[in-house]
C-alpha cells in the first residue's frame, strides 16, 4: 500500500475531527507465547489504517490545523543493539521520512508531551475501553492538565469514540484496498483447488490444513486471516471448529473455511467437497440446496439492497428446500415465520470483510437495515448442519455440514465475486478432485 493512501486517510479523518480537537490512537503491544517466545506481531487494524506504520510500542496523535503539525508519531528511537538482535526497526527519522509524520517523539517522552497537546482542546476522539492501558494513561493525562486550570488551561471537556469515524471510513473500500482483498481472494482459492487435489481418504484433516498454508506461504502471504477450519463428517456441524485432527473417511463431506491476509486485508472462503471425490445422491441434494441460497442471496447485492434482502433469500430458499426434501413439514411462510430453519442454519448470510475478516462497520442505521454502496465487501455463507443425532429427520441426512462461502464486493451496477476461483458447482469440483 502506498504512503499516498494513508496520507488521504489521514486527510479525511482529520476533517471528521475538525479543529480544535485532536484524536488519539496506539499500535498492537507484543505478546508473550511463553518464555522468550513471543505471538507473531499483527498491528492493530485502525491504527494501520491511518499510519501504515507496522511496529509495537507506537501511539499516533492527529490534531488537524496545528500549525507545527498535524500528525504525530510515538515510537521506539533507533537502537543499533536491539537491530542487531531483532531486525530494522524506523526511529524517529524514519517516522518522520519513511511514514510522512509531521512530527515524532520517543514513546518514552509520551506522558510528558501528551498532556501538551491536550491542553485547551475540546473534544478527545480515541477508542474507548478498547485497550485499558490507553484508557488508564488518558485519564491521568486529563488530571494533570485539570490539576493546572488556575492557570487558565483548560482540559477535554468531551470523550468521543474514534471508531464510529474511522469504521465507517473502513467500510468503504478504495481502489488500492480492493486490489489487495482481490490478491487476498486469489491465493485463497488457489489453496482450496490444491487442498480439493490432494483430499483423499485417509489422510488426516491438519493435512489438509498443510496444503492450505503451503499455498499461502509459497505465494508469500504468511499469515491466515484466521485459523482454518477443516471439519471432515459431522465435526463440519460444529461451526467454530479448528482442532482439525481427525481422519478423513470415505463418503464424508469435508468443508474447509480458510482464507489468507494479504498486507492486512482478510479473505473469507468456505467449500464442501467430498472427501473421495464423488457427492453421493443424498450429500448431492444438500449440496446444491446450499449453493442454490447462495445464488439467491448473491442476487441481492447491488447498490441499493438492504442488508438483509440476502439473508432473506437464502432463508426462503433453504426453507423451501428442506421441505421440499423433507427435513421440514408445514407451510412456507409458517416455517419461516417461526424461524424453523434455525435449527439447521443458525447463523446469518454473512459479515462485512476488510481488514478484519469479521470487519467493521455498522450493519443498522437509525434502526434500519443498512443500504449495500459500491465499495462495501461482504461475506455471503450460507449453510445447513444436520446434527449426527438430529432425532426429527431421516437417518440418511444426519451428520453433515454445508457451507459455501465467496467474498462479494458491490459494485455500481451489481457485485463482483472476489473469490470465484474457488469451484463450487457439483462437476466443476468433481472433475477437478478427478483430475488430483
Ligand atoms: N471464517 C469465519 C467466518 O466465516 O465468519
Ligand atoms: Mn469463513
Ligand atoms: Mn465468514
New binding site residues.
Partial sequence: MQQNEFKRRRKQLMQQVGKGNIAIIASAQIRPRNRDVDYPFRQDSDFYYLTGFNEPDALAVFIPGRRQGQYILFCREYDAKKALWEGAHSGLEGATGDYAADDSFPIDDVDDILPGLLENKEKVFYPMGRDSDLDHRLFEWLNRIRGQSRTGIRAPAEMVSLEHVLHEMRLFKSAAEIKLMRRAAEVSAKAHVRAMQNCRPGLYEYQIEAEIVYQFMREGLRSAAYPAIVAAGENACILHYTNNMDKLRKGDLLLI?AGAECDHYAA?I?RTIPVSGKFSAVQKLLYQLVLDAQAAAIEQVKPGAPWNSAHDASVETLTRGLRDLGLLHGRLSKLIKEEKFKQFYMHRI??WLGMD??DVGDYQVDNQWRLLEPGMVL?I?PGLYIAADCGSVDAKWRGMGIRI?DDVLVTQDGCEILSKAAPKEIADIENLMRAG
Wanted: no cysteine; glycine share 10%.
Fill in positions: 473455511d473469507d468456505t454473512g459479515h475478516v469479521h461475506t455463507e462461502e
